[in-house]
């Protein structure tokens, strides 16, 4: 197993900035994906954007031209950049990486974005 430990939440008003950090436990080499996730009360975990072993991305139409995903391998962390906030992209993030037998989440960090 693998712990992930989110961090860079908080309260920002509509328009700015946050960058968020996904710290891993052991080396990011292990993982086929590691992806950024989002939930409000009452709705489903959606994906926000994710980011493969070898590079290619892949973004929720919501945040696409926003959100920036990336990954430094000698820190073993992931990282979401998220500009031009909107107050809907309020929410808990969750941190994910998977192999191909292992799926595991972080505790989540909340963003809160205020109009």
């Known amino acids: 197993q693998v712990q992930l430990v989110e961090s860079g939440g908080g309260l920002v008003q509509a328009g700015g900035s946050l960058r968020l950090s996904c710290a891993a436990s052991?080396?990011?080499?292990?993982?086929?994906?590691m992806g950024w996730y989002r939930q409000t009360p009452g709705k489903q975990r959606e994906l926000v954007a994710t980011v493969a072993l070898g590079g290619s991305t892949n973004y929720a139409d919501s945040v696409k031209g926003r959100f920036t995903i990336s990954k430094d391998s000698t820190e073993n962390t992931v990282y979401l950049q998220m500009n031009s906030l909107k107050p809907e992209d309020t929410a808990v993030y969750f941190c994910?990486?998977?192999?191909?037998?292992?799926?595991?989440w972080g505790q989540g960090t909340q963003v809160t974005v205020s109009s």
């Open positions: 994910n990486a998977r192999t191909s037998t292992i799926v595991s």
């Open positions: 052991r080396s990011i080499f292990n993982f086929n994906v």
